[in-house]
């Protein structure tokens, strides 16, 4: 019997049976293009098993034309976009996938519930299941309340429900802590931590660079529809480097210079940043005190995500008139 | 077992599971359908304006010795008796090729358009796009046969009360005129709700569909048959359009266009069945190219 055959027949709608493979999405020379403009332009994305993934850009980078391509909802200009080892929007992957995507789209004359059990009778789910998605995010009780009397953070609460009906194993999430307090946005938070400890795979796409940064395992920086990078955060943040601040900066510059190079340092407000790994800062404190530099503080310096988020899309956009 | 075996179950599996998905589809259009108040309010509407036209008036000019528009010219015995049960297969189809099929021609436009702009449909078509659309039409359909039905019995109760009131011999129609009358309200219904789900799955738009949808409907259609009269080229092709195929197939049904608005003798009874039944396919095809290939935005 085929593969295909076991999971029509015999696998409950929420998930189709592993492929064996890590990679739970892989798009390869992705491209969408409107017109001359391309709006995604040759993406090679990799999302593995398990993971969860950050998925970054600038408004109209391409990232929420991306995602659409990987539920299906928007056909490719070229390239190819496979999730579980299938094509994108297959019966066998929209099985296993669920979203939340541009804001949640409901029926606002019915309750939460009723949208939720709606969504459950076009996918075979039962109302149980229902009730379960609606306690994970905490809208219970109001669960009978009219949509339309929804407060925008439980509008995207009720969002987040409707991506986890039928325990998917690929979860979409597009800003989904998008008009919750900082309370709520701390459960969603830990909400998605917990869904990829039971095995989950969660592509976030957030603005919240600090949210990232906390519990995202790999990111993908889109700018101008490119991935310009792909890595772990650790990586992508880089190694620490030494932070030095001492008088008169023109020495310290001057130092810097030749221990790190001419590219190896920048300056920050009062302070040297020297691209150097932070156990050769007895040698650096030798050199500038020889030179009669006055040090005030010398230490390791860790870059954040916003900072390595806003050197790569701004040296990938072009200025105007450039 | 042979490769051929095992293809053959397989495509069988997968032709019960497409049948099965569907149906859950329809059970959740269905059920989102009847919590809709929008939904009665369209059905409602149908079915005080039939009761309205084809009872009140005819009963009122009948009694009161006046004539209303639709009533002018009337013999009183033949008012009366278009009130009576043997002329419920009359009053059943003589609404549907105007304003009932503009009625219905507004609910399949809201049953497709308001998913988009609401957004349900980006969230219902992210497990799949043909199967929804399907269940939803299904729904339209089956929400199209309840409303012939509960008019048929509206018909009978008020026909059976006039009937009593005027003391007039109960003379039931027979049940092949009735089934008849059913049938052809039931297609120029299905015609008018399919070519208005189309229209709103084009323009992804409610609002606009049904816009266009009434002015043709209402306006454009009798204006060309008005201009008709005078150009053969214009006459030919109003034989083609989905109102003078509806109101054709009425026609054939009551027995011509009686003056009724909308109901014509322009094309034969078989040629507008094949014509009404041409659009509800073109409609659903359409529906169905244009739910597969475009982009969900």
Not at chain 2, 68 to 76: I, K
Not at chain 2, 129 to 137: D, E, F, K, M, S
Not at chain 2, 191 to 207: E, N, Q
Request: proline share 5%; net charge negative; charged share 20%.
């Amino acid at each position: 019997m085929t593969e295909d055959t076991r999971i029509t027949t015999t696998d409950p709608p929420g998930r189709v049976p592993s492929t064996g493979t890590d990679t739970v999405v892989e798009t390869s020379a992705l491209t969408k293009r409107y017109g001359d403009r391309a709006a995604v332009d040759a993406v090679d994305m990799t999302v593995r098993r398990g993971e969860i993934y950050g998925f970054l850009g600038p408004n109209g980078a391409g990232k929420t034309t991306t995602l659409r391509m990987i539920l299906g909802l928007i056909r490719p200009t070229s390239g190819t976009v496979r999730v579980l080892g299938r094509p994108a929007g297959s019966r066998e992957a929209s099985a296993s996938t669920g979203a939340l995507i541009e804001g949640p789209g409901f029926f606002p004359y019915l309750s939460g519930r009723a949208n939720l059990r709606t969504l459950a009778r076009h996918r075979g789910l039962s109302d149980r299941s229902v009730e379960e998605v609606l306690a994970r995010v905490g809208l219970v009780d109001r669960g009978g309340d009219a949509y339309k009397s929804y407060s925008l953070g439980m509008k995207q609460r009720l969002g987040v429900a409707a991506a986890l009906l039928g325990d998917p194993e690929l979860i979409v999430l597009d800003e989904p802590t998008n008009g919750l307090d900082p309370s709520g946005m701390a459960d969603m938070r830990a909400l998605i931590v917990e869904l990829a400890r039971s095995g989950h795979t969660v592509i976030l796409s957030s603005h919240l660079l600090g949210e990232v940064q906390e519990i995202c395992d790999r990111v993908g920086v889109i700018a101008n529809g490119r991935l310009v990078r792909e890595s772990t955060v650790s990586t992508l943040l880089g190694d620490a480097v030494l932070k030095v601040r001492g008088t008169p900066v023109h020495r310290v510059v001057s130092i810097a210079s030749d221990l790190a190079g001419e590219n190896g340092f920048e300056i920050d407000g009062d302070s040297v940043l020297l691209d150097l790994p932070p156990d050769r800062a007895p040698e650096v404190v030798r050199a500038l005190v020889a030179e009669d530099v006055d040090v005030s503080s010398i230490g390791p310096a860790e870059r954040t995500l916003e900072d390595v988020f806003f050197e790569m899309t701004t040296a990938s956009t072009p200025m105007k008139g450039a | 077992m042979s490769a051929s075996t095992l293809r053959s179950h397989s495509d069988s599996d997968s032709l019960v599971l497409r049948h099965n998905t569907v149906a859950r589809s329809l059970r959740a259009e269905l059920y989102r359908l009847r919590a809709w108040p929008a939904m009665w309010a369209t059905v409602g509407t149908w079915f005080l304006l039939a009761m309205v036209f084809g009872y009140v008036f005819p009963y009122v000019s009948y009694t009161t010795g006046t004539a209303g528009f639709s009533t002018e010219g009337e013999p009183t015995e033949a008012l009366l008796r278009s009130v009576l049960p043997e002329s419920i297969p009359d009053v059943l189809v003589q609404g549907t090729p105007l304003f009932g099929g503009a009625l219905v021609l507004v609910l399949g436009a809201l049953i497709a358009g308001n998913g988009y702009s609401w957004g349900t449909w980006k969230t219902v078509f992210t497990h799949g796009r043909l199967r929804p659309t399907i269940g939803a039409l299904l729904a339209l359909a089956v929400i199209v046969a309840a409303m012939v039905v509960v008019t048929a019995v509206l018909c009978t109760i008020v026909s059976v009360s006039l009937a009593a009131i005027e003391s007039q011999p109960l003379t039931m129609p027979s049940a092949d005129a009735l089934l008849r009358s059913a049938g052809t309200a039931y297609l120029v219904f299905m015609m008018w709700g399919t070519i208005g789900f189309a229209l709103c799955t084009y323009a992804r738009s409610a609002a606009l569909s049904v816009g266009l949808g009434l002015v043709w409907t209402l306006v454009v259609e009798n204006l060309l048959r008005g201009v008709g009269s005078a150009l053969q080229l214009v006459e030919d092709v109003t034989a083609f359009l989905p109102g003078t195929a509806a109101g054709s197939l009425v026609g054939a049904v009551t027995g011509g266009g009686d003056g009724t608005p909308g109901v014509v003798d322009v094309i034969s009874g078989p040629r507008a069945l094949i014509t009404v039944t041409a659009y509800i396919v073109v409609a659903v095809v359409t529906t169905g190219v244009l739910v597969r290939s475009r982009d969900v935005n």
